[in-house]
């Protein structure tokens, strides 16, 4: 990698200031050190995040809040988000090795960039990289997108986002003084049309944590892998919603690893709105989230992995 | 002849490693660990095209680098790069990261020539050429015998199928490499190897000097699987840089590096037909095959057993054969020998087509292969594995469980050499008791520290923590290289004989009828100053080749999904004497845990737009890990009368095999490409959505 400062700021003002166009933030480190070794990103500064204060706590409440310093294997080991956000626990529990849960983080995880095979190797200069092809697109896709807003193919590949999606979570966000606060479709949204960014975050904008609403809401997440653990998904599926007696309601559904960001259709909600699930509905539901799939030359079998974890999914919610 | 003792008493126990503690603690130095005084470390600098002319290699701003000590270039002069990694220059430095940058300021001028990386499209006349005067797709190798049309006309049922095999990278833990110091005393390598005499021959022809000049150290190493017999390109360059700095150089490979440039198991794309008579007894067998070992296989092959032919109809006798194969040039990393070069391949495409046939003539696949193995041994351990793993109970017709997620069972199996030849050891006894076994063998990580300790505890009647075993190391007796199967073979006996010799000696100066056991430190005491040297060699009667194995595999398929899960993997291996039990069976439960990498996972994927290796990291390049290993059962065939016979290659042979009939036997359809991924039984299944279709 190329030479860079390091810095670690106490403050998020001094974090902001430090980190500018020429920097980028610095937590567990898993995404930006691979991305710097290959020199795929050479930053000139790297802001360390980790002395950030209120950014390490899990706090209960009608509004969970989630720091974006907390590992991804606290999510996983904390019994309250066990029991109240299942799915989230699952989604946490899938991601990398135990090593890499000890490290990563929520922030790092919800920002990290693309796992595409062709931007990630140190001698393509891809679309994504500020070149003029996408090379997946004729070349081989089988881990890419069946859908997308732009000539990039590269999915969205964060565990957390998809989960976090179906539970409504905000991701509160400093953008320039101001904090915002982001809805999971906000925070991706400029990656369904742009195809040089991962988010829809800035260079200086930085993930401060996540709050999400406990509405006695039941969810759940899988995925399916080449492997057994310590893989990457081929596609993942969360939901979540009341279950009412025999009917959902406030049902999310949301597809991972097929599409820049993480996939929802409204009209599927409409449709599994109020009722009870039987098998033709989660196949009626899959339809419904499958109809503007776009097959590419290796990534067809996504298809019918989607459906599947649609119907298993939706089946946890009701047990 | 000599022959082993009737009743072993340390001979085929089970012994812990004797460096186990020295292995877990680190206090054992790997090759790689070693950090010799003053010692740089060295990189490589690779071609970046698949194929291209290079006119000039430029390492003057390399050399300005801070902390750089060394930059050479590969080879002087123009010359053509035939794939994307293809050594170009060298650098060594102080630090790692100095070498890093010193790559960078590298220059190359080329010219991009066209290139190819896919068989189908190389072999095809109009191809880009790897080799400019020779088609991609070599004159293929013929075999014929018998009549095999009239046999195929005649016989009661013939299948067909086309099966292929992914290129297998070499991804030993450990990865290529060695640290060379080149001094005007001479030259000492410590390497990564899998022979220490062949780096010796090598670095000594390499840098013409001779080889009493060199020694090669290799006390702990790890892996090498056929990949690593001679010092590579990496060993010269580390020796010129050495040379170059006048300091030591440590050049060890990255993982990326790995994936292109240190071999790897050629691909195979094989047509078979397979007829026989109502009976099950195989009268026809047609294939036609091809295969890439890279970009050597056109014209000069990489060659050491890493080329892309293998044994068909590998492990059976078909009277009428038609045989046709065919190697394929295309830009990229060559063949080299992987464990068992060829066998899992031809293993692959045979077991396949025969369970093929099996389900034509409804037969049980246990029961065709009773009837059509001409070995006796692998059918009496068909009967005793089948019995074992419940086989009669398991075995249901295709396709025949019920829900989405379907069991299946399958089988397969192996034979292979091995064998001993020419190795030297020798025992020197102190009077003190204590005593050195030393020999020019090298430990691929296999035990064999252990072996040599176990063979001369149990000579001397001793505890095998009481010898102190010295190998890797070319000051030693020499030995042979560690590959195909015959390390075991080789050494004991030399151990064995060195030992019974030295015992004989002890015996004779010491006056004692026996010295062995509790008259050891008694009689040692005996030899007044000076220790005792005896030496010993490889002798006939104490090993001997042929080794058959067989495994069987029970798998259950998630049909909505295509996820493949391994249950459990039985294997009965023959392995003639057994030496230390503990080690056999890991190292076969090693093997089948590469044949299941080889089954489900593992698959150079090559870029035919860039010419690159597109997985050149663990992330995409798929291994194994402990969630995906099943129940492994190994039951040892002993037949001690044979001797040592080595077991580190046929156990990896047909668990790919295996665990493939078993999803055939789950889905009632079959996948025919390893790796069998979920992509592939989706796509078998009819269920993967075609490229532009919708839902």
């Not at chain 1, 597809?255 to 196949?283: C, F, I, K, N, S």
């Not at chain 2, 070992?293 to 492990?315: E, K, V």
Request: net charge neutral; hydrophobic share 40%; proline share 6%.
């Amino acid at each position: 990698m190329n030479s860079f400062e390091y810095v670690s700021p106490r403050t998020v003002d001094g974090a902001i200031s430090r980190v500018t166009d020429r920097g980028r933030f610095f937590a567990g480190g898993i995404d930006i050190l691979g991305e710097m070794k290959e020199y795929i990103a050479s930053p000139q500064v790297l802001v360390s995040v980790k002395e950030l204060p209120a950014t390490h706590e899990i706090e209960p409440g009608k509004s969970w809040t989630i720091g974006a310093n907390v590992t991804i294997s606290e999510i996983e080991q904390h019994a309250g988000l066990r029991r109240t956000f299942p799915g989230l626990q699952q989604a946490a529990a899938e991601v990398g090795s135990p090593q890499i849960r000890n490290v990563a983080t929520v922030g790092g995880n919800l920002a990290q960039h693309s796992r595409c095979w062709y931007y990630r190797h140190r001698d393509i200069q891809c679309l994504k990289r500020g070149g003029s092809t996408c090379y997946a697109r004729e070349g081989d896709n089988r881990y890419h997108s069946l859908f997308t807003g732009n000539p990039c193919i590269s999915p969205v590949v964060s565990n957390l986002a998809i989960a976090l999606a179906a539970l409504d979570a905000k991701v509160i966000v400093r953008r320039g003084k101001d904090e915002a606060a982001l809805t999971i479709p906000d925070l991706y949204a400029k990656a369904w049309d742009n195809p040089v960014v991962h988010h829809s975050l800035g260079p200086t904008d930085l993930i401060l944590r996540v709050q999400i609403p406990d509405e006695g809401r039941a969810s759940a997440y899988r995925q399916i892998s080449e492997k057994a653990s310590f893989d990457w998904a081929l596609v993942s599926c969360a939901a979540a919603a009341k279950v009412d007696g025999n009917k959902l309601r406030q049902v999310r559904v949301v597809l991972g690893a097929v599409a820049p960001v993480p996939y929802q259709v409204a009209a599927a909600h409409e449709y599994l709105e109020g009722r009870e699930l039987t098998d033709e509905v989660a196949a009626q539901a899959s339809e419904i989230m499958l109809k503007d799939a776009l097959a590419l030359d290796y990534n067809g079998y996504k298809v019918p992995i989607a459906r599947a974890l649609i119907h298993r999914t939706l089946q946890q919610l009701v047990g | 002849m000599p022959s082993w003792p009737a009743k072993p008493t340390v001979v085929g126990a089970s012994t812990t490693r004797v460096d186990a503690t020295a292995a877990v603690t680190g206090a054992a130095k790997y090759s790689s660990d070693i950090q010799t005084g003053g010692w740089l470390y060295g990189m490589i600098f690779r071609s970046r095209w698949p194929a291209a002319h290079v006119t000039k290699v430029n390492v003057d701003k390399a050399r300005q680098v801070p902390g750089i000590k060394a930059a050479v270039v590969e080879r002087e002069g123009e010359r053509t790069v035939r794939f994307y990694g293809e050594e170009l220059a060298a650098v060594a430095g102080v630090s790692k990261q100095a070498c890093l940058d010193a790559l960078r300021a590298i220059s190359v001028e080329a010219t991009p020539l066209p290139f190819v990386v896919k068989e189908e499209v190389a072999k095809k006349p109009d191809a880009p050429r790897v080799w400019p005067d020779a088609p991609n797709l070599a004159e293929p190798n013929v075999k014929e015998q018998g009549d095999v049309d009239k046999a195929f006309a005649e016989a009661a049922a013939v299948v067909e199928g086309f099966f292929t095999t992914a290129v297998q990278i070499h991804h030993p833990l450990e990865p290529h490499g060695n640290t060379v110091s080149v001094t005007n005393d001479g030259v000492t390598c410590w390497a990564s190897t899998q022979g220490i005499f062949s780096v010796r021959e090598g670095l000594a022809s390499y840098l013409d000097v001779s080889q009493e000049k060199v020694r090669v150290i290799t006390e702990h190493m790890g892996g090498g699987f056929g990949a690593k017999f001679g010092p590579g390109s990496e060993g010269g360059l580390a020796a010129r840089l050495s040379q170059a700095a006048g300091a030591p150089v440590k050049l060890m490979l990255t993982r990326f590096d790995q994936a292109l440039a240190v071999g790897n198991r050629p691909s195979s794309f094989q047509r078979i037909r397979l007829g026989a008579g109502a009976d099950g007894k195989l009268v026809a067998f047609d294939m036609d095959a091809f295969g890439t070992a890279g970009f050597g296989a056109g014209a000069a092959s990489a060659g050491g057993g890493g080329g892309a032919g293998f044994p068909a109809p590998y492990i059976y006798t078909v009277p009428n054969i038609r045989v046709k194969q065919a190697s394929v040039a295309i830009n990229a990393g060559q063949g080299r020998a992987f464990r068992a070069p060829g066998h899992p391949v031809a293993s692959f495409g045979m077991e396949s087509i025969l369970d093929e046939l099996a389900v034509k003539l409804k037969m049980d696949p246990v029961e065709i292969r009773l009837k059509n193995d001409p070995s006796e041994v692998r059918r009496r351990e068909y009967e005793i594995g089948a019995d074992r793993f419940g086989w009669k109970r398991k075995y249901k017709p295709p396709g025949s469980t019920t829900g989405p997620v379907k069991v299946g069972v399958g089988c397969g199996g192996a034979t292979w050499g091995g064998g001993g030849r020419g190795s030297q050891a020798e025992a020197q006894i102190n009077p003190d008791g204590s005593l050195e076994i030393r020999c020019g063998t090298q430990d691929l990580g296999t035990g064999t520290h252990t072996v040599v300790a176990v063979v001369a505890a149990e000579v001397f009647g001793l505890k095998p923590g009481q010898i102190t075993v010295k190998i890797g190391d070319t000051r030693f007796p020499p030995s042979g290289a560690s590959g195909g199967s015959t390390t075991a073979a080789s050494v004991c006996p030399a151990i064995f004989d060195a030992c019974t010799n030295a015992l004989q000696r002890l015996q004779e100066a010491a006056g004692v009828a026996d010295a062995r056991g509790a008259n050891w430190t008694s009689a040692c005491k005996k030899l007044g100053v000076n220790p005792l040297t005896v030496h010993g060699e490889w002798r006939e009667g104490l090993s001997s080749r042929g080794a058959g194995g067989v495994q069987f595999a029970e798998v259950e398929v998630d049909t909505e999904t295509g996820f493949v899960k391994v249950r459990k993997i039985l294997c009965v291996q023959d392995c003639g004497l057994v030496v230390n039990k503990l080690t056999c069976e890991t190292q076969i439960q090693g093997g089948i845990i590469m044949g299941l990498g080889y089954a489900l996972y593992e698959e150079r994927v090559m870029d035919s737009t860039t010419g690159f290796v597109l997985n050149p990291n663990f992330e995409t390049y798929k291994l194994p890990g402990f969630a995906d290993v099943p129940d492994i059962e190994v039951i040892l065939m002993e037949m001690p009368e044979r001797g040592v016979i080595g077991v580190g290659e046929p156990c990896t042979i047909p668990t790919a095999s295996a665990i493939a009939n078993a999803v055939a036997n789950a889905l009632g359809v079959r996948v025919c490409s390893l790796p069998v991924t979920p992509a592939r039984v989706l796509a078998a299944l009819g269920k993967a959505v075609k490229p532009g279709g919708s839902v």
